[in-house]
């Protein structure tokens, strides 16, 4: 029953979002009289907005919460698709709340706009401060808006994002002592405060306490550090009681390195090796000032690691024979895959491609694994580019995989890569349902 549960929970979240969405609507109509003139309306597409908006507001604190069951069966990817989705949502919903509200208030009363904008902004509690915490929803949706989040520093855009939390702190109160499906209702009050009491619960154990209380069950530190190619070092974590961590093959953690200059920042890394009781690997590519300053990381120096997260682990394999296809350090996750994946002795097959051969990782254990799984790995060496991933199209592929249709495919590696792999192996005739993968830019 519970692998049930867990095998549906997808769909069975979306199940529960439905009821939830239903049962607000439901609660708006039967609080409502007819609406008996256009202001009146206004005021009450108003009410059901703002009551969607806060729904939004909750699903959205459950996201950021990265809970393990849906990070495992959804994955961390197309989670963070569906958080910002959700959180353009919230923008969209709380602006058209706000005008609804206004302009219903406003033809009601018989007032000017702008009159009415005073009369909402002094004679409600809290209306102020929605309002000011409506302006960073939209202040940190513009700024995570594609075309100006790609100009922005990762760190600027993540603390702009923490205003979020603000923003929900400044627009709660308005809702439950000026809503008027909460004022007179102590039910469907309660009930709110509890949903938002128990999102913020999560976010908090989730996000704070267990990091925290893994530090000290954990105690990871940094063991070893190896130099694996030009800008790549293979970092070793040990700690105490590393099986309960529960961590699988394909996944990666958030680490907070605890030196003077990085502990602030968490970033995440996979697994570059099958988990195991004595220690843990991720494998490091020096792309900006972390990723630098980790080349250098001292031995013994703590670590704090949120998660295992993921979805790229044996769990989604559903066929005999798997091909794995790497690009760069994309080969992090799908190195510790080869390693322990089951498979049909014969029927895996890793493709890993690299710009140049100084730049392949792993090579030596990547071979002694072929060898003792009877797997297969090929090394398509050569500058990226359009045009410059023959091996990767569909002649190629049913010739370096011939049965690749019959197989499951993990993929991680540079978005252009991805996709012209992606699009090959549909064409070579696997279904997406067994294309599965993971995003390093998110
Ligand atoms: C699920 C996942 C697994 C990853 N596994 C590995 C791995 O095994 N090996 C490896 O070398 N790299 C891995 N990465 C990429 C690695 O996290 C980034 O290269 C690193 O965070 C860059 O930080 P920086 O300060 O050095 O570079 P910056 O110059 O600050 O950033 C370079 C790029 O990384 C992104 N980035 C920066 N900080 C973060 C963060 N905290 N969270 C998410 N993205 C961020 C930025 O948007 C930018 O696109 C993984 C990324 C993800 C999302």
Redesign the pocket.
Known sequence: MRALIVRHSPWLVWAGVAVGAGGLTLLWWTSTLPPTSFGAQLTEAGRLTGLFAGYLVVILLVLMARLPLLERQVG??RL?RIHSMVGRYVVCVTVAHMVLIWLGYALTAHASLGAEVTDLLTGYPYVLWAVIGAGLFVLVGTVSATAIRSRV???T??LLHLLTYAGIALAFWHQILTGAQFVPNAVARWGWIGAYAAATALLVWYRLLVPIRNLWRHRLEVAAVRTEAPG?VSVYLTGARLDELGAEAGQ?L?LRFLTRNAWW????????AAPNPSWLR?????????????QRIRVGTRVLAEGP??ALTARRRSRHGVVLIAGG??V??LRALFESLPAEEGRLTLIYRASRHEDVVFRHELDEIAADRRAVVHYLVGPPGPGQEPALHPNWLRRLVPDVAERDAYL?GPGGMMTTAMESLRECGVPARRIHH?????
């Open positions: 961390t990817d963070a520093r990762y760190e855009w993540y790549v990666f958030r920042q968490s970033h995440p890394y996979s697994l570059s991720v494998t490091i590519k020096a792309l900006g000032d972390h990723t630098e300053q980790l997260y993921g350090v994309g992090t996750p991680c993971e995003d390093f830019n998110f």
